[in-house]
């Protein structure tokens, strides 16, 4: 009967994730506007949500349906911009191997940036936690990511998207993946994959690349920088990682 | 600019592109559960994931907000250096948020 306290990690990651809740309010109603404006009906917009789940890529389909392009273009857009949830299932997947397969689909489901940028930054602080509790963290963040996302879309999708463009409530989500930058940058070699990674990021949006593919490549030419700078300079700055 | 397709389209795009999405989510997650061991060059190069994405994740929003890289007159750039700042000192992610949209707003509004 003791249900009503939180595992001590599902409270941890409630705290983590609070600010994060509060960058993606302004998302999520844009992405439930987006869809009524674009002509779809408030249960296909409501749906889109839930059955897709990734923000960038539903904003593009709607857009892209908006805009009568063909049914196939749409389809492909969405999945390359969501191209970059691999790169988040590899480096997540053994936190998860000790888990049921039916919470490796609750969890997959709900695998975003946020969910995954948190989680790995936490599983990597603390890496003796067990699997339990690194289930209970990374539910706690993403089911409240979850459930914000669609009530926001749901405010969206009924009322439009009323929060002032000018309070760039938006700017909190870079904010969270800055915060998660600093300690992530451990060594040497991790400095050079970040440096590569939010140069060729940069360059992708200066060049206005389309389909998030800046990301997707910044993501790729980072980690290979690493691993390139990790075989020239085999010290690591905290010596924590080599143990296995 | 209402879309003219109709519900079976749209249902049937939304469907596609989740069950495609789901997919993506869920590949690394089931196939590593399958194999004994994950490669050690695999785990070697997954430790510099978390540093290069997150770095292409914030960067682009603070260095090039409107599409084009902007150092004079960049707001955010100036408000992520604070941010970036306290993080390095507290590294607590709602403290570099208070810092980030304070100083954002700060040079947004109080300037």
């Keep these: 009967m003791s249900r009503s306290f939180l595992h001590p990690e599902a409270r941890r990651g409630l705290r983590d994730v609070a600010p994060i809740l509060l960058g993606i309010v302004p998302f999520g109603l844009v992405a439930g506007a987006a869809a009524i404006n674009a002509g779809l ?71 975003t940036d946020q969910a995954y940028a948190l989680s ?68 040497w070699p991790k400095l050079v994959a970040a440096a590569v990674g939010g140069g060729v990021a940069v360059a992708g949006a200066a060049l206005a690349v389309p389909l998030n593919l800046g990301l997707i490549g910044g993501g790729l030419a980072g980690v290979a920088a690493g691993v390139l700078a990790d075989a020239r300079l085999p010290t690591d700055a905290t010596g924590s990682e080599g143990a296995h | 600019m209402p879309t003219e397709y109709g519900p079976a389209a749209v249902w049937g795009v939304a469907v596609a592109l989740g069950v495609a999405t789901f997919g993506l989510r869920a590949s690394f997650v089931y196939l590593f559960g399958r194999i004994e061991e994950v490669p050690d060059r695999a785990t070697n190069a997954l430790r510099f994931v978390p540093p290069a994405v997150f ?22 750039l100036l408000a992520g250096i604070v941010a970036a700042g306290v993080a390095w000192y507290v590294d607590d992610i709602l403290a570099t948020i208070v ?13």
């Design chain 1, 41 to 111: 009906t408030p249960l296909q917009a409501a749906g889109l949500s839930v059955v897709v789940f990734a923000g960038a890529s539903q904003l593009a389909a709607i857009e892209l349906l908006g805009t009568n392009a063909e049914l196939l273009v749409i389809f492909v857009t969405g999945a390359v911009i969501n191209l970059r949830l691999l790169m988040y299932s590899a480096s997540i997947a053994p936190h998860f191997r000790p888990f049921r397969d039916r919470w490796k689909a609750v969890c997959s489901y709900v695998l």
């Design chain 1, 120 to 187: 790995v930054a936490r599983y990597t602080a603390d890496a003796d936690l067990d699997p339990a509790a690194r289930r209970q963290y990374y539910l706690a963040v993403g089911g409240s990511l979850w459930v914000v996302w669609q009530l926001c879309s749901l405010v969206g999708i009924v009322v439009g998207a009323r929060v002032p463009a000018s309070w760039g409530l938006e700017f909190a989500v870079p904010l969270v993946f800055l915060s998660l930058l600093v300690p992530a940058i451990s060594s």
């Design chain 2, 55 to 76: 770095a292409a994740l914030a960067a682009p929003a603070i260095v090039a907000p409107g599409g084009t890289v902007a150092v004079v007159g960049n707001e955010r």
């Design chain 2, 99 to 111: 810092a980030g949209m304070a100083a954002l707003w700060l040079l947004r509004f109080g300037l």
